[in-house]
Each structure stands twice: as C-alpha cells, then as structure tokens.
C-alpha cells in the first residue's frame, strides 16, 4: 500500500479552506481528473459519493467513498467503498495558526486491485498529489481573495 503525509501552510482561514475541500460537488470545476460528482446521501457528518475520473489516455472511473466530517475539529476522512482500487484512505485536518494563516496535514493511503496499476500510481502519484494541492489552493485564493 502506498502512503503519503504531507503538510502545507496556507494563507487562508481554516474554516473557509475545510470548507472547500468539503464541497465536493464543486471538484469538477477545479479538480483537472475529476469529471464529475454524484453525491448519493449527505447530512451534517457524513456523505456518500462517487467521483467520476478520467485520465488522459484511460477510460472514466469511479471512485466511490463515504466522507466523514467533524466541522468543530476541522477533519475530513474519506474511506473507499468501491472502484478501481483495492483501497483508498485519506485524512484532511485544517489547523489554525492565525485567523488568516492554516496549517493543513493531508495523509493518503492507497493500493489498485491491479499490481500494473498499483506501479503506474506510485510513479506518477507526486504530480498527482502535487496537481491535487495546487488546485485546492488555487480554488481557495479565487474563491477567498
């Protein structure tokens, strides 16, 4: 299984930057690989979800997960349920440094059913990653500034 923990400070409020990240049904527009959403059941702890991907070059797949979320501590787990991979964990937690300044630690834990695909992530998973951050933070400063 492939990990990553990753931890970026951000210019933004906490609450405003969790809140972005939450509203999944925006992904499409800002996410470049996320070509839609279907949120299935949402309440105010979780939500149940699929995200339609697709790759250049790789047919649409979707990722369905249930998102957990505890708006007081500012923390997003999403746990796969089914898809292209064996397993997909991920944990977004918003601490604030100052009223406009957030400390956000992102951790992911993946692995495909396929060993090619398993391989093929692992070496592009920093741009991946990378990509991901870029257009959340991206999407904060449109939406914030």
């Known amino acids: ?15 405003e930057l969790f809140d972005i990240v939450l509203d999944i049904e925006s992904y499409p527009y800002f996410i470049p690989w996320c070509s839609a959403m279907k949120v299935h059941s949402k309440n105010d702890k979780e939500i ?37 991979l064996k397993d997909l964990k991920t944990n977004w937690l918003f601490k604030s440094l100052k009223k406009n ?11 495909f059913k396929r060993f090619l695909h398993q391989r093929i992530a692992e070496t592009f998973y920093p741009l991946i990653e990378n990509k991901m951050i870029e257009s959340f933070k991206e999407r904060a400063d449109e939406i914030l500034d």
Request: cysteine-free.
């Open 1 to 15: 299984m492939k990990s990553s923990n990753r931890e970026e400070i951000v210019e933004h409020n906490a609450k």
């Open 101 to 111: 300044r957030t400390l956000i630690s992102f951790d992911v834990e993946f692995q």
């Open 48 to 84: 149940y979800a699929d995200m339609i991907v697709w790759y250049k070059y790789f047919m649409p797949q979707k990722f369905g997960s249930h998102i957990e979320f505890d708006k007081k501590k500012l923390n997003i787990k999403t746990t796969y349920i089914e898809g292209p």
